[in-house]
């Protein structure tokens, strides 16, 4: 398997997704197609790569676990284990990607605020969403909520 192209249509794909949460009008269908195929697709791809590597049908990080960093470092040392952790990233990422434009959303931010936020989180996950974690507080105490 060539994982350059795992990686780089995983990559595209993603990139794809955060361009219509970003630009595209919000519309349920789009929401639930970005939830359920975007980040699914992510999701489901994460489990084939790490269920062949745990089995050992996809050769390249043996002796690699989650129980000490030599074991992450020796899984992510090869092309299948870092495109695990990479595709880890990118379903994450927009999935809270996703929950932010929903928040932001249901508490009247605009999308021009929102914007910057979400390429934030796209580009350096915790980051992007450290900053609606803040820039949400005010709006989220005006509301009552904080869920």
């Known amino acids: 398997m060539d994982w350059n192209i795992v990686f780089s249509a995983a990559n595209m794909f993603a990139i794809a997704a955060w361009a219509a949460l970003i630009l595209l009008p919000r519309w349920p269908a789009l929401l639930s197609a ?3 195929l975007g980040v699914g697709l992510l999701c489901l791809l994460y489990t084939f790569i790490i269920g062949g590597l745990l089995s050992g049908i996809i050769p390249g990080s043996e002796g690699g676990d989650f129980s000490s960093i030599d074991g992450v470092r020796t899984l992510f040392s090869s092309d299948p284990g870092l495109t695990l952790g990479w595709v880890h990233y990118l379903a ?12 932001a959303d249901s508490k009247d931010f605009s999308r021009i605020l929102q914007a910057p936020i979400l390429l934030a989180t796209f580009l350096f996950g915790p980051v992007g969403l ?4 803040l820039v949400r ?3 989220a ?3 009552g909520r904080f869920s």
Not at 92 to 102: K, S, T
Not at 130 to 133: D, F, P, R, T, V
Request: cysteine-free; charged content about 25%.
């Open 130 to 133: 450290g900053i609606w974690l």
């Open 137 to 139: 507080e005010p709006a």
């Open 34 to 36: 970005l939830l359920y």
């Open 141 to 143: 105490r005006r509301q």
């Open 92 to 103: 994450f990422d927009l999935f809270v990607g996703l929950w932010i434009a929903r928040d």
